[in-house]
Each structure stands twice: as structure tokens, then as C-alpha cells.
């Protein structure tokens, strides 16, 4: 692939932008500054420069975000900044999203792709991919409330019940709750129909894929294919 349509595909602006990039010798590749934007690679594997920050080649980009609060999932929030400012603009700029939302209060895992089909995958009610809460309540949790999440509540203005696919409670005011479907203020509607109501809401898990424990809040990695098998392998 020519350098340039390789730069283009990976978000680093038009055909003209990127040819000017490499022409301004700000592109190397194995350790060498290239210059010529016609020049054909390989492209998969490819890891290339550009001002002095290493980038690998990626038909699609995975990432994972710790999303900390205050910071809404939209492209064009409204009262809060976006959490695609915590990503690289060449990310954004090759068109990823965030798969599903978390609002904005929300911290924890959450992914971001250009992969069409595995966003469906993972927000498809069908394949009930697991997403893992930890969930700090109001008041304290009781045995009542968790047998509730279990065998179904009526959430608020909907007719059928909903039920978590595994909940425990972690210590007086802290649940772990597994859901798989993704609705609107779902956690904090469920727990709501049970009687009590939700003061923290973590996201520590998507299918078998754990928010990394060295990611702190803002902070993102790519996901390799081991990690990727995690979520496509559970769902
Ligand atoms: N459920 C909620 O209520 N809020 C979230 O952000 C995610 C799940």
C-alpha cells in the first residue's frame, strides 16, 4: 500500500495532507525518514513514526478506555466534555466509536472501535455479551433486594421484568451486577425497581474482558487479538 493511502487510512487527514506530512520529512519508517508518499509496504505489521510518536498499522483500531467520570460518550456533548478528547485525534479521525454508552457519571471499561460488526457484536440484545457493574448504592443492600435483581424487576413505565444474569452483593452498599442487555440507565434502573438507588456505577468487565488494573481514569490501550477472543469467544 502507498504510503500516503496507508497514512490516510490510519486518521492522519486527506490524501494531500498526508502526502505533505512525508514530503516534510516528518514520516520514517524502520529508523528512516521517507520522504516519498508514492513509496508501496506491506502494511500489515507496519510500524512507522510520525513526529517522533510510534504507530502500528491497523485495518481496524480496538481500544480500551478507563472512562472516568464527568465526561460524556457523545461526539457532541452537551454539558460535559467528550470522552473521545481522551483519544488520540487520529483515532477519531479514522471514525471510531465508542461501543455502547456509559453516562457520564459512569467510570470503568469502556471500548472503542472502527470495527462495525464487532461493535454490533457486542451491543447486539442477541448475543447478550456480559457487562460486569460494580454498583454502590444509597442505602444497604439486602438479601431482598439482590434475590429481586435475580429473578426479575419491573423497570419503571416498561411492562416486562428484567433480570440481572448474576448479582452479589461485595459488602454492605456494593453489588456486583452482571447485565446483558444495554439500555438506557439500565444499572441504575434496575437497582431503582428494587428499592433502593445508585451511588457509583463502575464498569469492571465486558465479556471476558477485565478493565486492566494499571489503566487509570482517562488513560487507554490498544487491544490486541488475545483480548479481542475474550469478548467475541464469551458472547
Ligand atoms: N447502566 C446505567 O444505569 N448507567 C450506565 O452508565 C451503564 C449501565
Given at each position: 500500500m502507498e504510503l500516503e493511502r496507508m497514512l490516510r487510512s490510519q486518521g492522519f487527514g486527506s490524501r494531500?495532507?498526508?502526502?505533505?506530512?512525508?514530503?516534510?520529512?516528518?514520516?520514517?519508517?524502520?529508523?528512516?525518514?521517507?520522504t516519498d508518499a508514492s513509496l508501496a509496504f506491506e502494511p500489515e505489521g507496519l510500524r512507522f513514526?510520525?513526529?517522533?510518536v510510534e504507530w502500528c498499522y491497523c485495518r481496524f483500531a480496538y481500544l480500551a478506555l478507563h472512562k472516568p467520570a464527568g465526561y460524556e460518550c457523545s461526539r457532541h456533548p452537551g454539558h460535559h466534555p467528550s470522552v473521545?478528547?481522551?483519544?488520540?485525534?487520529?483515532?477519531?479521525?479514522?471514525?471510531?466509536?465508542?461501543v455502547g454508552r456509559l453516562d457520564q457519571d459512569t467510570t470503568?471499561?469502556?471500548?472503542?472501535?472502527?470495527?462495525?460488526?464487532?461493535?454490533?457484536?457486542?451491543?447486539?440484545p442477541?448475543?447478550?455479551?456480559?457487562?460486569?457493574?460494580?454498583?454502590?448504592t444509597r442505602e444497604?443492600?439486602?438479601?431482598?433486594?439482590?434475590?429481586?435483581?435475580?429473578?426479575?424487576v419491573v423497570l419503571h413505565g416498561e411492562a416486562q421484568s428484567l433480570s440481572a444474569a448474576a448479582c452479589s452483593r461485595l459488602d454492605d452498599r456494593r453489588l456486583r451486577l452482571t447485565v446483558t442487555l444495554g439500555k438506557y440507565h439500565l444499572v441504575k434502573r434496575m437497582v431503582a425497581a428494587a428499592g433502593n438507588s445508585v451511588e457509583g456505577l463502575h464498569r469492571v468487565a465486558i465479556g471476558g474482558l477485565l478493565l486492566p488494573a494499571s489503566l487509570s481514569p482517562g488513560q487507554w490501550v490498544w487491544l490486541g487479538s488475545g483480548e479481542l477472543r475474550c469478548l467475541t469467544d464469551r458472547g
Open positions: 494531500a495532507e498526508c502526502r505533505a506530512l512525508v514530503c516534510a520529512g516528518r514520516v520514517s519508517i524502520n529508523g528512516r525518514v521517507c513514526v510520525v513526529d517522533g473521545y478528547s481522551l483519544l488520540p485525534w487520529q483515532l477519531v479521525a479514522r471514525g471510531v466509536q465508542a470503568g471499561l469502556l471500548l472503542f472501535t472502527d470495527d462495525g460488526p464487532f461493535i454490533h457484536h457486542c451491543t447486539s442477541r448475543k447478550q455479551v456480559p457487562k460486569v457493574y460494580e454498583v454502590t444497604s443492600v439486602d438479601d431482598a433486594q439482590v434475590d429481586a435483581l435475580l429473578n426479575g
